[in-house]
């Protein structure tokens, strides 16, 4: 015997990685997955920096397949991956890569901390962001910056 109860179906649509703004030219985000790279090229973004390296959970995607989509949507990609904290050179191909960049650049790891930490650096690096600049953007965007920069 059938019942006569409504039979109720829930769809659950994947939710977009939270692009976190830091200036006009930087969003950082925890990690990204190939559907929200269409989204970022929606958004404006030009270049994907991936901070973190493959394997770390087995449930990221690869490099490989962000960078796939990255470039089928029309961005550029560029893997910068960071064990711990970044050394100089992680520090100085991330600004330069930036400074080559011809608009907003996305960069992401596991929660985003290791991507606004190499950028933070290299902006106090290169002398273009005070310390306190710094902080307040990393704040304004999720972040404790204040033990980082110097």
């Known amino acids: 015997m059938m019942s006569n109860e409504a039979v109720t179906h829930v769809t659950f649509k994947a939710l977009m990685t939270p692009f976190r703004r830091v200036t006009d030219q930087f969003s950082v985000s925890p990690q990204i997955a190939v559907s929200d790279v269409a989204a970022a090229a929606e ?10 390296p493959d394997g770390e959970d087995p449930a ?22 960071v064990r711990g904290g970044p050394d100089a ?6 600004r330069e890569a930036m ?41 304004e965007a999720g972040y404790d910056l204040s033990g980082v920069v110097g």
């Open 43 to 52: 958004q404006g973004f030009v270049l994907i920096i991936n901070n973190r």
């Open 60 to 81: 990221q995607p690869s490099g490989a397949e962000i960078e796939a989509a990255a470039r089928a949507a029309g961005l550029d990609y560029l893997a910068i991956p």
């Open 89 to 94: 050179a992680q520090v100085e191909a991330q």
């Open 99 to 139: 400074d080559q960049a011809l608009g907003p650049v996305l960069a992401y790891c596991r929660s985003g901390t290791r991507s606004i930490v190499t950028w933070a650096l290299g902006q106090a690096a290169a002398g273009r962001t005070d310390r306190q600049t710094l902080v307040a953007l990393g704040a």
